[in-house]
């Protein structure tokens, strides 16, 4: 799936650190920012990825703020919101047995990875897979994909040790990506077909589990933490290329 693959993992580590950066940024500098609709006063930022905090919300624009107390409007009407998600956290018990899951993990062999996170797809959500699934992809080194038809024999997955092209590789273990209907929950395991079932082991630090759901208006409250891709701006609004809000309560306890 398209949009948890690349930084579902690292943003989600970085949640509790980055919501006090935010959190003190909103309490110091929130009084020298400068926002408009207008868009004399309309701040320049770059078009990467970053942190804010939820300032307002209506059924057409939400005001964000960054960690540097920054403000931006963001309509979220006429396609300025390429794509915009909510992740709910959600435990293992409420996982119902129709849901799917994604994960990416270090791969331990024998059908079981180590994971510090996985996204749950209800059939509600299921869409937002893109895809086919079950689906398993191996991965190695700096994200090259491990096929068993290689024509390197030693970079294919056939038993042979690995050799990687670049020295950096050596010390990358190799992963596994899988988008698989949920099998059981204790142990997280996830139905690959014909029989095959993958586990997934927590991480040192946990394994974190969201629900995801489209995003829409209705779920999202003043001081949300979210992620944003800006793809450009106007003079009346960013233009994101993507959108994730992290809720606090899970999606069951969540009244709109």
Do not use: C
Request: hydrophobic share 45%; no cysteine; glycine share 8%.
């Amino acid at each position: 799936m398209g949009f948890s693959r690349n930084h579902s993992v690292g943003r989600v580590l970085a949640l509790i650190a980055i919501s006090a950066v935010v959190s003190v940024a909103v309490t110091s500098q929130s009084a020298t920012a400068q926002v408009t609709h207008g868009g004399a006063l309309f701040p320049k930022v770059m078009p990467q990825g970053e942190w804010a905090q939820v300032l307002s919300v209506t059924p057409k624009w939400m005001v964000i703020q960054n960690g540097r107390g920054q403000q931006f409007p963001v309509s979220l009407t006429q396609g300025n919101v390429r794509m915009f998600v909510i992740r709910w956290p959600i435990a293992p018990a409420l996982i119902s047995p129709r849901a799917v899951a994604e994960v990416t993990g270090v791969d331990l062999v024998s059908n079981t990875v180590q994971a510090n996170h996985l996204d749950v797809f209800e059939p509600d959500a299921q869409g937002l897979l893109n895809g086919v699934w079950p689906s398993i992809t191996h991965i190695g080194g700096l994200n090259r994909i491990l096929s068993p038809y290689g024509a390197d024999r030693d970079s294919a997955i056939n038993g042979y040790a690995t050799v990687y092209p670049l020295a950096i590789e050596r010390n990358i273990p190799n992963r596994t990506h899988a988008v698989a209907p949920v099998f059981a929950v204790n142990p997280i395991r996830l139905a690959l077909g014909n029989n095959n079932v993958l586990t997934v082991m927590p991480a040192g630090t946990g394994l974190n589990l969201t629900r995801v759901t489209a995003g829409s208006p209705t779920f999202v409250r003043p001081g949300d933490l979210a992620y944003v891709m800006i793809s450009g701006q106007t003079p009346k609004t960013l233009a994101l290329s993507e959108l994730v809000v992290y809720k606090r309560m899970s999606f069951d306890q969540f009244a709109p």
